[in-house]
C-alpha cells in the first residue's frame, strides 16, 4: 500500500527511487565501503535503505541513531555493541551457521566489527551496517564514532557502512571528510542526495496510489495537492491516507495534513530549538513572515528579544541550517521549504 503511513520495507512498496536503489547496488557491487543518504525529513530515506536491504542481497542491520539517542540520552557504545552483536548472531543461525564471536567485557566496538569482518571474509560476504539518522552519532560522549567509521572503511574489507541523515549540515559537521585533522578525511564515499519530488513525480506518485486503492481523484484535486504540500512524499503519503482509509473530502484531507503534520513537525522543531528557544523562535517566525535576510532577521529578533550579538546570531542561524529546518539560498536569503513546517512555525508560542 503507497499510502501506508509507515516507512516501506519493500521494493515492491516503494515507489520509484530507482537511480537510489540503483546507486547503492553498484557501490556495494564495487566493493565501495561508505555510504551517505542526505535527504529532509519524509523525503523517503528510512524507505529507501529499509526497501533495499530487504532485497536480501547482502545481510545486514539497520539501526536507529535516533531512537537510540532518545532512549538513552546519548548513543553509548555498549548499546550499539549489544544490538549488533544481537543482530549478527540471528543472521548466522538464519543461514544455519554460528556466529562464534568472543565477548568482549568492555564492549568494544572495533573488536565486534574486527570479528564480524572476519567471518564474513571467510564466507565471501559482505555486511551491511546501515545507521539511520546517523547525525545523532555526535552524541558517543568519549567515543568518537567517526573514528570507529574511518578504522572501520580503511580496515574492513566486508563491511559497508550506510548512514543517511535528515540534518545534512549536522551529518556533514560529524563526518569532517574535509578536515585534514579529522578520522573520515579525503575517505572514499558514495554521497547520495535524495530529493523531494517535482511536481511531475509527484502527481505521479499520488495517482499511483489512488489507483492501487481503486478511487478516482481529478487532476484539479492532485495539482492543488502539490501545491500545497509540494513533492514530499510523507506528506503526500499522509493525504493519500486521508483520502482513502479516512474517506475524507480533497479541502478536509489537505486541513488534517496541516493539523497532524504540524504537530508533528512542531514537537520535532521544539527538541531541536530547546537550547535557545526564545531567539530561534523569532528567527523563525521572521523568515516565515518574509523577513529573510541578515539584518532584517537581526532587527527582528531585537525587535523581539532584545539585542544579540552577530556572532551569537551567526551561529543560531548556521545551526538552523544544519538541522535542515531553514534553508540558505544562493541570493543570502534564508527560507524554509517545507510548507507544513512554516504552518507549524506560524503556531509556535514564545
Ligand atoms: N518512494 C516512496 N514510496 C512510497 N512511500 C514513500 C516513499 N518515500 C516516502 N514514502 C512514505 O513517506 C513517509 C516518510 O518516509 P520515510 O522513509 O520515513 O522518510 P525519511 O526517513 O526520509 O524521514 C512514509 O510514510 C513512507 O511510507
Ligand atoms: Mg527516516
Redesign the pocket.
Known sequence: M?F?????ENVE?????KTELESLSSSLKNGERLIIIY?L????????IHSFLNKREYPYILLDMKEIYHVSGSVPMKVLYNVILKEFVKFAEKIGEYANIDLDADFRLPDLLKEINEWCKSRKLIFIIALDEAQYLRYGGKVRYDGIVAWGVDNLSHITFILTG?EAGMLKEFLRYEDTDAPLYGRFRNEIY?NRFTKGEGIAFLRHGFKEAGKNISNDELEDTIKNLDGI??WL?YYGYFRTIKNMEHGKAIEQVFKEGSELTLKEIETLIARSRKRYIYILKSIVEGFNTWGVIKAYVESKAGSVSDTVLNSLLQTLVKLGIVEKKQDDSYVISDPIAINAIKRLKP
Open positions: 503507497l501506508d503511513l509507515n516507512p516501506k512498496d516503494l515507489y520509484d527511487r535527504g525529513r519524509r523525503v523517503g530515506k528510512t524507505s529507501l535528515s535524495l512524499s510523507g503519503t
